[in-house]
Nanobody
């Protein structure tokens, strides 16, 4: 069982930055692909980014490519999402997820955090 706890959400002006963190409680953190998804009110949960255990494979949604960066620190059991040049359409609850294979599909991730809310004012 893997427990994931996100933090770092908040209110930011458009054009600003935030860094989200997700701490995992597992001894085998480095074995998991870690991902971020987001869900805006009235919309389906959507893929944001994933980071393989080795770092050799990362993927980003087109909507965030070039603005967001996913990284991980296996020694700290933590994955990060650095979000720059935030737009109002980035506002959502951001969820951290862990799985065994990198994918844009949320069905491939077995473990999920409860989310952290990001609000972007225009």
């Amino acid at each position: 069982q893997v427990q994931l706890v996100e933090s770092g959400g908040g209110l930011v002006q458009a054009g600003g930055s935030l860094r989200l963190s997700c701490a995992a409680s597992t001894r085998t953190f480095s074995s998991y692909v870690m991902a971020w998804f987001r869900q805006a009110p009235g919309k389906e949960r959507e893929f944001v980014a994933f980071h393989s255990w080795s770092g050799r494979s990362t993927d980003y949604a087109d909507t965030v490519k070039g603005r967001f960066t996913i990284s991980r620190d296996n020694a700290k059991n933590t994955v990060y999402l650095q979000m720059n040049s935030l737009k109002p359409e980035d506002a959502a609850v951001y969820y951290c997820a862990a799985g065994l294979a990198g994918s844009r599909s949320n069905t491939m991730y077995a473990y999920w955090g409860r989310g952290t809310r990001v609000t972007v004012s225009s």
